[in-house]
């Protein structure tokens, strides 16, 4: 199993209380606002805390509340795209590709940032800045850096959720591409049932902090 | 101009200098800190490290004297160990335009720095780099603005220190007469020409200061 979960975070009056696994596939997180769906993305993360849990990526133990194991954020090589506000204001699309290859060798770093460029169709506009590109290009760029750090899961947290219906059926292609071409598991968070259905090769339904069904993609 | 008057324009821009560079420094570090941590007895630091902003001069001064003097807590350990007393001296000077012109710097950092978005952090972590790397790289060149308005602020409260610094520096003709404790003694002594000349160099800086400060706090970077 590429990854599998079960936590337990309390805040105030939510409670969530999730298990699940998932091998190299697209797992969609799906249900409403305020379900727990971006919640767990922040526990397996390790930007939040659980109260209670265990997190193994590639049998690798990053979290375990028992044996008091908590891998910090920095080195779980898990990839995470933000709904909103990815990219950094402050560095052209060049730096911001780069700032993601973090502990690579200079000339190894900018070798791949010159071929993510490629992938994600950049080429032209490494030198302009987040606020001179559309929001579909700054989604590209976004995955662009998570994926040049080459993690072992990516979390996608309503990526294309500011975007328009044109572009987001775009981006979902190009989702499916970066799948096939990264080879990675892909945990996406969505409150659009058709996006689910599309990505998905399996959904897991959210409900007031638990999951409440598990269904197949179409 | 003549010589006294050179002296302490010098001597003023020297002071508010070396207190700008420490009050840069140390305001960032509480500034930082105060903006990202949460810990016990937190708004009291963050009252006694504001307190100079709203205390007069003189009780700032005051305090300055019991701690640094010949015979305060500190004095008196750097006197037994070095017979040397920062008391009418212009380091004096300088440790006074420091404490006044922290507050200031550390009122506009802060607010600077709690204004970056949470998730520029949580992205920079996420990327693998540290605390200190994701301070340095993301934290601090987005809050820039208020950070160089902090300091440029921070050096006209420097420049105009009067009241803390009379207390713990004295004026001392040729030593610690800084531009406002000289306009203070021309005044007294009714040398009006010579007092008139350092108001309107002293209001010229402090005026240019400020329209920078406000220039820097509006530009978007």
């Given at each position: 199993?590429?990854?599998?979960?079960?936590?337990?975070?309390k805040?105030?009056?939510?409670?969530?209380?999730?298990?699940?696994?998932?091998?190299?596939?697209?797992?969609?997180?799906?249900?409403?606002?305020?379900?727990?769906?971006?919640?767990?993305?922040k526990?397996?993360?390790?930007?939040?805390?659980?109260?209670?849990?265990?997190?193994?990526?590639?049998?690798?133990?990053?979290?375990?509340?028992?044996?008091?194991?908590?891998?910090?954020?920095?080195?779980?090589?898990?990839?995470?795209?933000?709904?909103?506000?990815?990219?950094?204001?402050?560095?052209?699309?060049?730096?911001?590709?780069?700032?993601?290859?973090?502990?690579?060798?200079?000339?190894?770093?900018?070798?791949?940032?010159?071929?993510m460029?490629?992938?994600?169709?950049?080429?032209?506009?490494?030198?302009?800045?987040?606020?001179?590109?559309?929001?579909?290009?700054?989604?590209?760029?976004?995955?662009?850096?998570?994926?040049?750090?080459?993690?072992?899961?990516?979390?996608?947290?309503?990526?294309?959720?500011?975007?328009?219906?044109?572009?987001?059926?775009?981006?979902?292609?190009?989702?499916?591409?970066?799948?096939?071409?990264?080879?990675?598991?892909?945990?996406?968070?969505?409150?659009?049932?058709?996006?689910?259905?599309?990505?998905?090769?399996?959904?897991?339904?959210?409900?007031?902090?638990?999951?409440?069904?598990?269904?197949?993609?179409? | 101009?003549?010589?006294?008057?050179?002296?302490?324009?010098?001597?003023?821009?020297?002071?508010?200098?070396?207190?700008?560079?420490?009050?840069?420094?140390?305001?960032?570090?509480?500034?930082?800190?105060?903006?990202?941590?949460?810990?016990?007895?937190?708004?009291?630091?963050?009252?006694?490290?504001?307190?100079?902003?709203?205390?007069?001069?003189?009780v700032?001064?005051?305090?300055?004297?019991?701690?640094?003097?010949?015979?305060g807590?500190?004095?008196?350990?750097?006197?037994?160990?070095?017979?040397?007393?920062?008391?009418?001296?212009?380091?004096?000077?300088?440790l006074?335009?420091?404490?006044?012109?922290?507050?200031?710097?550390?009122?506009?950092?802060?607010?600077?720095?709690?204004?970056?978005?949470?998730?520029?952090?949580?992205?920079?972590?996420?990327?693998?780099?540290?605390?200190?790397?994701?301070?340095?790289?993301?934290?601090?060149?987005?809050?820039?603005?208020?950070?160089?308005?902090?300091?440029?602020?921070?050096?006209?409260?420097?420049?105009?220190?009067?009241?803390?610094?009379?207390?713990?520096?004295?004026?001392?003709?040729?030593?610690?007469?800084?531009?406002p404790?000289?306009?203070?003694?021309?005044?007294?002594?009714?040398?009006?020409?010579k007092?008139?000349?350092?108001?309107?160099?002293?209001?010229?800086?402090?005026?240019?200061?400020?329209?920078?400060?406000?220039?820097?706090?509006?530009?978007?970077?």
């Amino acid at each position: 199993m590429a990854v599998s979960a079960k936590f337990l975070k309390k805040f105030n009056d939510f409670k969530l209380d999730v298990e699940f696994s998932m091998g190299n596939e697209t797992l969609v997180f799906f249900g409403p606002s305020g379900a727990g769906k971006s919640l767990t993305l922040k526990l397996l993360s390790g930007l939040i805390c659980p109260d209670q849990g265990i997190l193994k990526i590639n049998d690798q133990e990053v979290f375990n509340s028992e044996s008091k194991i908590n891998v910090r954020p920095q080195d779980r090589s898990i990839g995470y795209v933000f709904q909103n506000h990815s990219l950094f204001p402050h560095m052209t699309v060049e730096q911001n590709i780069l700032f993601g290859a973090k502990g690579a060798q200079k000339s190894v770093a900018y070798f791949e940032m010159k071929e993510m460029l490629h992938t994600f169709h950049l080429e032209s506009l490494e030198k302009k800045y987040p606020r001179e590109i559309s929001g579909g290009q700054e989604q590209r760029v976004a995955l662009a850096m998570t994926l040049i750090r080459k993690p072992k899961l990516l979390l996608l947290d309503e990526p294309f959720s500011a975007l328009d219906n044109h572009l987001r059926t775009t981006m979902r292609e190009s989702l499916k591409e970066v799948k096939e071409k990264f080879n990675i598991p892909i945990i996406f968070v969505t409150h659009d049932e058709g996006e689910a259905n599309f990505l998905g090769n399996r959904i897991l339904v959210f409900k007031n902090g638990k999951i409440i069904e598990e269904k197949k993609g179409l | 101009m003549e010589s006294s008057l050179l002296h302490s324009a010098y001597l003023s821009i020297k002071v508010a200098t070396i207190a700008t560079f420490f009050v840069a420094i140390f305001g960032l570090l509480f500034s930082y800190f105060l903006a990202t941590r949460k810990f016990k007895g937190k708004e009291i630091i963050e009252v006694i490290l504001t307190l100079p902003l709203v205390m007069p001069p003189t009780v700032t001064g005051y305090y300055l004297i019991i701690l640094f003097g010949r015979n305060g807590f500190i004095g008196s350990l750097i006197y037994n160990y070095t017979e040397w007393t920062i008391m009418f001296t212009w380091y004096a000077a300088a440790l006074s335009s420091f404490i006044v012109s922290l507050p200031l710097m550390i009122k506009t950092t802060q607010a600077s720095i709690e204004s970056v978005d949470k998730t520029m952090i949580d992205s920079a972590y996420m990327l693998g780099h540290s605390e200190t790397e994701t301070a340095f790289k993301v934290i601090f060149p987005l809050a820039k603005k208020g950070i160089i308005a902090g300091i440029i602020l921070s050096f006209a409260r420097a420049i105009g220190e009067f009241g803390a610094t009379l207390m713990l520096a004295g004026n001392i003709p040729g030593k610690t007469d800084t531009m406002p404790l000289a306009i203070y003694g021309l005044t007294s002594s009714g040398e009006w020409g010579k007092a008139h000349m350092m108001v309107l160099i002293l209001t010229l800086i402090s005026g240019v200061f400020l329209y920078v400060a406000n220039r820097f706090s509006k530009r978007n970077f």
